[in-house]
């Protein structure tokens, strides 16, 4: 006997595992009996490899029947799950053999079949899945439902309804969880008719809230107030459902029909431990409540998982009647006046005005930037001076914040906010001349620019700096001498933002005080040129880009490099080239990676292979690895002989890698 014959009756299932494994590698006899007996093996990890070896093998699907037949053992189980999962991971191809066991006098073997094809899916299972909801099996005909609403099968609604008939109560549980899966609408009144039998209610309503239209609503609403518990939220959920997947049509007709019993009742469910049957509770009041039931919503706010529900429910009440929320303000803490300034602004309530702009000025943190931003949207032009005094008074790390809520209702009184940022522009303090560029930023017209013009001259490179980020976008012949004139600043950032800035007007105009750029002391500001210039065009630029080449700092030489490439494409090759000999390493690996990147190996193999003599160990590592993996001619030999004198042990060892391994990229 082969030595695995023991192996696979032993007790211990690592020597069964053992002994499958070797019957598998013996070459002397066909091993598919033994694997398909271990099929059956009580142990989940040998059925498992059992598996594994089956799909294995070049001929498992011509032996998908010897597999059907294991589902026929109504006595192991775990031979029969095996069985199915080998089935369903040989997929659509093992479909036709399993077609023809559809109609086995063996109803398990028919759910089997019926789950293997809802876990396989397509278009092929569709069929013969709705053909078996007429299975003489409740059992199959129910599994068959519950796979194709797995599926989201909306061809399969119609058979899915006409089996409702079925006088059978989980059959019909079943097919309202289909029906609600797939999603796909359906007239009220074709489900409607189960409502009378309280079993079955909650299912339906269940059903309802995922294919029922706004029609549904008023049973809905009536379901609630006369049932209680499980049924009377699912009602509810049900209505919350609808409103969310229709819209404005549902949320009218909850309103048309609302009724104080209706709205009390779901106030109830606010307290319900179901998160979904709040979460429900609070869209249905934010549609249909007046303001009687606001402040039951508030506590809610300090509620991380319903805050957010809260929030537009209090939102649409605001909507509707906002003095609910403005009588409670005063009693409430920072924490829902933050929630409650946002309301007011989401909400448009003009109401709520002047107590804003008290909080902006009185207030501190979060509820003065909530306040801001909330006059950012119903705010008039006499908000703006509250906004700049409440600049003026904020903590430093909140003004710009402010300063940015201002700029914005600014932009709907453009003349008044320049105005005021101009007067802020004076101050003597240097946040506050920040803030006021900010408030300019988002306006528009030359006296804006004008003043933007002005801020660059300010003794501070903080305000100059923002000054330069609030002309962009609107840099004209008008206001480019002021930027040019921006990069001899002291201050290197602002003379870097002038580069940009220059680039992203671009134009022949740019491109002398950009190439002047390129000698400036600061290594970014360099850059910025580089690219800048690129952005400019032409040969001029191209000559400015090209003298960069020879910068001592790297990383000017490879924004030259990338911008080079940018502009002349292949044409940079020359130019890359040239690269490699330069003292930085990092400047070398980029130049040898945007070569390979322009397709043009063939004319720079020879200067690579050079590169193998490179002082940096890293450009050598890149060239060794360039070598192999571009097949440069005779790549063995050149690298055999560059591991007689390498030095470095990574290199030597990656050399010894292709050497051993091949060339695989």
Request: a negative charge; proline letters at 2%.
């Amino acid at each position: 006997m082969q030595p695995w014959a023991h192996l696979i009756e032993a007790e211990d299932e690592e020597q069964r595992l053992q002994g499958l494994k070797l019957a598998v590698g013996d070459d002397g006899h066909d091993s598919c009996e033994i694997v398909i007996r271990m099929m059956g093996d009580s142990s989940w990890r040998v059925r498992k490899e059992a598996a594994d070896q089956f799909l294995s093998r070049p001929d498992a699907l011509e032996r998908t029947g010897e597999i059907i037949r294991l589902l026929y053992d109504d006595v192991n189980a775990g031979q029969r799950n095996t069985a199915a999962e080998i089935l369903i991971r040989l997929g659509k191809d093992s479909i036709p053999s399993l077609l023809g066991e559809l109609d086995s006098d063996d109803h398990d073997v028919r759910k089997f079949l019926v789950d293997i094809f809802g876990a396989i899916g397509g278009e092929e299972v569709l069929q013969p899945l709705i053909d078996r909801l007429q299975d003489e099996d409740v059992n199959v005909a129910a599994a068959a439902a519950e796979n194709l609403g797995r599926m989201e099968a909306r061809s399969a609604v119609p058979h899915l309804l006409n089996r409702l008939g079925v006088d059978d109560l989980m059959f019909r549980f079943t097919l309202l969880e289909a029906l609600a899966q797939i999603g796909e609408p359906i007239q009220a009144d074709r489900l409607l008719a189960f409502e009378k039998d309280p079993v079955l209610r909650k299912a339906l309503y269940d059903c309802l809230g995922h294919v029922a239209t706004a029609e549904v609503v008023p049973v809905l609403q009536s379901a609630m107030i006369e049932n209680q518990g499980q049924i009377a939220a699912a009602a509810l959920k049900a209505m919350a459902r609808i409103g969310n997947r229709l819209g404005t049509e549902a949320v009218q007709a909850v309103c048309h029909a609302q009724q104080k019993t209706l709205l009390d009742k779901t106030a109830d469910f606010l307290q319900d431990r179901d998160e979904e049957t709040k979460q429900a509770a609070l869209a249905v009041l934010g549609w249909c409540d007046d303001g009687s039931h606001a402040l039951m919503l508030l506590p809610l706010l300090h509620d991380i998982d319903l805050r957010d529900a809260a929030f537009a429910a209090l939102i649409h009440v605001c909507h509707k009647d906002p003095c609910f929320l403005l009588s409670a303000w005063d009693e409430q803490d920072d924490e829902v006046k933050v929630c409650l300034a946002l309301v007011f602004g989401e909400g448009k309530c003009e109401q709520s005005r002047s107590l804003l702009e008290e909080t902006v000025v009185n207030s501190s943190g979060e509820l003065q930037l909530a306040a801001a931003a909330a006059l950012e949207q119903i705010g008039t032009s006499e908000s703006l001076s509250r906004l700049v005094e409440a600049c003026r008074l904020a903590d430093p790390a909140d003004r710009f914040s402010i300063a940015g809520s201002t700029g914005r209702l600014g932009s709907q009184f453009p003349e008044d906010a320049a105005r005021i940022a101009q007067q802020l522009l004076e101050d003597h303090e240097e946040e506050l001349r920040v803030c006021a560029v900010e408030i300019l930023a988002p306006l528009a017209g030359g006296a804006v620019r004008q003043a933007l013009e002005f801020a660059l001259k300010d003794p501070s490179s903080q305000v100059r700096s923002s000054a330069l980020r609030s002309l962009s976008g609107r840099l004209d012949q008008e206001s480019r001498g002021a930027v040019m004139l921006a990069l001899t600043d002291e201050d290197a950032d602002v003379r870097r933002l002038a580069t940009e800035l220059l680039g992203e007007q671009g134009g022949a105009e740019t491109v002398e005080p950009l190439a002047l750029a390129l000698r400036d002391d600061d290594i970014w500001v360099r850059s910025s040129a580089v690219r800048s210039l690129g952005r400019a065009g032409g040969a001029d630029a191209l000559a400015a880009i090209r003298g960069t080449l020879n910068d001592p700092v790297g990383v000017v030489v490879i924004h030259a490099l990338e911008t080079l490439i940018e502009m002349t494409g292949e044409n940079a090759a020359t130019d890359l080239l040239a690269a490699l000999s330069h003292s930085d390493q990092e400047v070398v690996s980029t130049a040898l990676q945007l070569l390979v990147g322009l397709h043009s190996w063939d004319k720079v193999a020879h200067q690579v292979i050079s590169l193998l003599k490179h002082e940096s160990w890293e450009v050598r590592s890149q060239a060794v690895r360039l070598i192999a993996e571009q097949q440069v001619s005779e790549w063995r030999e050149l690298l055999e002989r560059q591991l007689e004198v390498e030095g470095e042990d990574l290199v030597r060892m990656q050399i010894n890698d292709y050497l051993q391994g091949g060339v695989t990229g």
